[in-house]
């Protein structure tokens, strides 16, 4: 079955410094995405970043990066240069987008960051 | 500006009181899904509609109902709320394989 696991429930990082989030997943299908979402204090959902299972080059948008090993199944979400207003709850998600492609988004539990200055 | 709508933002209603939030998209989105978020669970999917007319059940559809009789809405139904679907329910829509669109989400509380 598929899943994804979040193992940071809440995390620190001083203002200015990087700071890594950890995901894993575990699905039998070839043909995935891997997604990476912030949640603000506000609530709504803001897609922060994209990785294809076939891609070979690890996704980057801005300051975010993803550091995709998919031999171990994990897609960790890397902030450098870390914000005040990055402190949010961040999620991994995952979508097979194979044959069995529902649309469907399967979530871990969530890491909640918080952005000292 | 490619957006999903969601109405209302905020609910307050009393148990046995059927209620319909909807959900609308400006994309041409093929698939549409509700999801709940409770603390410490994460997001699941309610249920999910991959066109028109296609709708499939979910992790958690117990005490759900919903209809794609337009490409673009997809109104979820609580035909008897209980205290325990009070939760931040969110619609979202994507294409085929790329990121999901989010509406702004929905706090119901059910008492």
């Known amino acids: 079955a598929q899943k994804i696991t979040q193992t940071q429930p809440g995390m620190f990082v001083q203002e200015k410094e990087a700071v890594t989030l950890d995901c894993t997943y575990d699905t039998s299908d070839q043909s995935y995405g891997l997604f990476w979402y912030k949640q603000p204090s506000s609530g709504e959902m803001i897609f922060l970043i994209y990785q294809g299972s076939y891609d070979e080059q690890n996704a980057t948008e801005g300051r975010y990066s993803l550091n995709f090993q998919k031999a171990r199944k994990s897609a960790n979400l890397v902030i450098s240069a870390s914000q005040l207003g990055d402190s949010a709850m961040y999620f991994c998600a995952m979508r097979e987008v194979g044959s069995s492609n529902t649309g469907k988004l399967i979530f871990g539990q969530g890491t909640t960051l918080q952005v000292k200055p | 500006e490619a957006q999903v709508t969601q109405n209302p933002r905020y609910l307050i209603t009393v148990t046995g009181k059927k209620l319909t939030v909807t959900c609308s998209q400006n994309m041409n989105h093929e698939y549409m899904s509700w999801y709940r978020q409770d603390p410490g669970l994460g997001l699941r999917q309610i249920y999910y509609?991959?066109?028109?007319?296609?709708?499939d059940k979910g992790d958690v559809p117990e005490g759900y109902k919903v209809s794609r009789k337009e490409k673009r809405n997809f109104p979820l139904i609580l035909e008897s709320p209980s205290p325990n679907q009070t939760s931040l329910y969110f619609c979202?829509?994507?294409?085929?394989?790329?990121?999901?669109?989010f509406g702004p989400g929905t706090r119901l509380t059910v008492t």
């Open positions: 979202a829509s994507s294409s085929s394989h790329y990121e999901q669109y």
């Open positions: 509609s991959m066109n028109v007319e296609v709708t």
